[in-house]
């Protein structure tokens, strides 16, 4: 266990997850997406996002709350650590290098279980159900969701099937991260201009048949067939959007400065 990264009090993970320490891989992984949602919601509150693991744990474990990639996987690659897997976490870029080249600014985790290199990931928002082994070519339906790894050039490639096409999520690349390297992708994605995470509220939660996310006051539900329903919130039902995306611990004081974020209404 490498200690750049933290250590982990692993009973209040578990309670927090409903995970068991027996539970394999892909049960414990599932669970922290079941329980812990994507969402950006302290940047939009002006407080900033911590990538310390106390910081991450007291936020997650005991307040209640998500987090968007860097928190989720710290969280994630610690409590796996706990369990006795050997992780790497890697630093990847969004979409396919050979088509549009990105920083590396989205933390994943590789984890090895039975032999095999797996990618572990429950902190895209729109992306795995479980984690895939890194296998060339190869296929996996997760759900109503169907995935595919790639060894390309620019380093391993997920891709998910999307209304019969195949979409490039992100492709990590061998080099290794460090510990700095996530302090400054965080430090990017949470207060640079040109990050949409710095632009308006995010929150996503993926289960097995469906994708549901609230950017700003847009709320939309997607399949792998394509949309199912997209509607506008107004600012009254901002605190129970929030709360049946799995956020409902968020004071009265954090939902009223949340909505003043919130784009006027079209």
């Not at 060339?136 to 380093?155: K, N, P, S, Y």
């Not at 509607?231 to 400065?257: K, Q």
Request: glycine letters at 10%; hydrophobic letters at 40%.
């Amino acid at each position: 266990m490498d200690e750049q990264w933290g250590t982990l009090d692993l009973g209040e993970y578990l309670a927090r997850t409903g995970a068991s320490a027996d539970d394999d891989l892909a049960t414990i992984h599932r669970s922290q997406l079941a329980t812990v949602p994507f969402e950006n919601l302290d940047v939009m509150l002006g407080r900033g996002v911590s990538v310390e693991l106390p910081d991450i744990a007291a936020k997650i474990q005991g307040d209640g709350r998500g987090g968007y990639c860097y928190e989720h996987a710290l969280l994630l690659g610690a409590a796996l650590e706990q369990l006795g897997y050997e992780v790497e976490r890697r630093l990847a870029r969004i979409g396919d290098p050979a088509v549009q080249p990105r920083p590396r600014s989205h933390l994943v985790l590789l984890v090895q279980h039975e032999g095999q290199t797996w990618l572990a990931d429950t902190g895209f928002g729109a992306g795995l159900i479980e984690p895939v082994p890194l296998v060339d070519g190869a296929e996996v339906q997760q759900g109503d969701w169907r995935f595919r790894t790639d060894r390309t050039a620019h380093g391993w490639r997920l891709s998910e099937q999307r209304v019969g096409q195949w979409a490039s999520l992100y492709t990590v690349p061998d080099e290794s991260t460090y510990f700095v390297d996530v302090v400054g992708a965080n430090h990017v994605t949470s207060t640079s201009p040109t990050s949409h995470f710095t632009h308006g509220i995010r929150v996503q939660r993926k289960d097995d048949q469906v994708l549901r996310w609230l950017t700003g006051r847009v709320l939309r539900v997607d399949s792998p067939a394509g949309p199912v329903s997209e509607r506008t919130i107004a600012d009254d039902e901002l605190r129970g959007v929030l709360a049946d995306l799995g956020l409902p611990t968020l004071s009265a004081d954090e939902v009223d400065a949340l909505v003043r974020t919130l784009p006027e209404p079209s």
